[in-house]
């Protein structure tokens, strides 16, 4: 109490309504799953990666299940240019060479996943770190993508095409955090692995799992009716209204969107896009009536 005691009395009233107005919304994710793809700039800086942490922690922590999904595009782009390999996009998804897939497995697996699963565990033993990879958790296929009517290979690319949640709900009943990292093997290649879009993984582990939610981390406040006219943040949409959006995207915003489609129409429950540059966004789109970024229903 002494901390409360000490601070100003309308800031500790303030704290107050702030924990009051969180209460049904722990009621209804307590012991539900939520799955939360982590990426783009929230990964890049020191204070976000704790703040994000920190909200991993506390939702374990009030009963809710996090389970973590997280790309590397900004390490990987730095990486592949440390060593002068070539990349680049084309539909908003990176093309793959075969030298460029062990650079993507190794800063995914071998860099990004253990940092962030330290980084949790500053809060207590809770992160465990698992790939797309083990025990069968994620299988992939090959995929291209079409670009003005074009299709274009995009080498060692592919869809998540069969998820086992087994290994995550195993993690999840010992009571730990599960924290993927986005590479799966590939089905028609025994031995070779596939660079997988973290958001179609999310969306594809989401539904598995039957979780309550989905929230995607990205480097703008949400989705826009009119870029980039500021003013045109859609706060709210259904899966048929954002089926007629998609068209007419940004190529970046496509995978983020069609991850949130995927999984309302998948069976979960509520998806979402939110700003990671915000510290504790994660907490502020569950927590509050208002949200933040914008949210996709089923209808």
Known sequence: ??????????????????????????????????????????????????????????????????????????????????????????????????????????????????QLVGKINTHGPLATGLSGEDAGLFGGRRRGVTVDGIEHDLGRVGHVVEVDPQPVLDQLAAGRIPVVSSIAPDLDHPGHSLNVNADAAAAALAVALKASKLVVLTDVPGLYADWPNRDSLVSHLTSTELRAMLP????????????????????????????????????????????????????
């Open 248 to 299: 007419s995207l940004e190529s970046g915003m496509i995978p983020k969107m069609t991850a949130c489609l995927d999984a309302v129409e998948g069976g979960v429950d509520t998806a979402a896009i939110i700003d990671g540059r915000v510290p504790h966004s994660v907490l502020v789109e569950i927590f509050t009536s208002k949200g933040i970024g914008t949210e996709v229903v089923q209808g």
């Open 1 to 114: 109490m002494t901390d409360l005691q000490d601070t100003d009395p309308a800031l500790a009233s303030a704290k107050a309504a702030t924990l009051i107005e969180s209460l049904p919304w722990l009621r209804r994710f307590r012991d539900q799953v939520i799955v939360v793809k982590y990426g783009g700039n929230a990964m890049v800086s020191e204070e976000l990666q704790d703040a994000f942490a920190a909200d991993m922690a506390y939702l374990r922590y009030v009963g809710v299940k996090p389970v973590v999904v997280h790309g590397g595009g900004p390490q990987i782009s730095s990486m592949l240019d440390r060593l002068a390999i070539p990349s680049e996009f084309k539909g908003g998804y990176r093309v793959t060479s075969t030298e460029a897939i062990s650079v993507v497995r190794m800063v995914l697996t071998g860099q990004i996943n253990p």
